[in-house]
């Protein structure tokens, strides 16, 4: 090998993302061409999705998560989905947002499970949002008495 060595790892390095990128192209292309449906967006922090209404009715795996790490009291968002060529191929609408953030656990919000019905959400993607408020419910708060100011 000829040249700097730090150099030829750069462009080993390089070539390696972009045949990932090429990749990923390619897994989309695909699924533009099976999905007559699919559109796409790209959130505030560069986030690429796809979505497509075909996919309601198919979704059985969701993303859950808050919209904001830093905020105390930040909503809950359920994002379904179906995984095709390593690709999540999101429902429309993208997102529902069904709870929110408690100081210890997540609280849901009523109707969250009659607006995904309503557009057709699988009842598997509806169990696994159930399963994460099962598994993040607020801890139960003990009334105590506080006679710190009956003395």
């Not at 990128?21 to 790209?42: A, F, G, M, W």
């Not at 929110?100 to 009659?114: A, I, N, S, V």
């Not at 057709?120 to 008495?145: A, G, S």
Request: net charge negative.
């Amino acid at each position: 090998m000829s040249g700097d060595e730090k150099l030829w790892e750069w462009i080993q390095k390089e070539e390696d993302e972009v045949e990932k990128e090429r990749i990923k192209l390619d897994n989309i292309l695909y699924i533009y061409n099976k999905i007559p449906d699919v559109t796409h967006s790209i959130d505030r922090w560069k986030n690429f999705r796809l979505h497509s209404a075909t996919v309601n009715t198919n979704a059985v795996d969701v993303d859950i998560r808050h919209r904001c790490g830093c905020c105390g009291d930040s909503s809950l968002i359920a994002r379904p989905y179906i995984n095709m060529m390593d690709t999540r191929v999101f429902t429309i609408p993208e997102s529902f947002t069904i709870g929110e953030k408690g100081f210890d656990g997540d609280y849901p919000l009523p109707g969250w499970r009659t607006k995904m019905l309503e557009v057709n959400i699988t009842t598997d993607v509806i169990d696994k949002i159930e399963k994460y408020f099962e598994e993040n419910k607020p801890r139960e708060c003990e009334d105590e008495e506080d006679d710190f100011f009956d003395k």
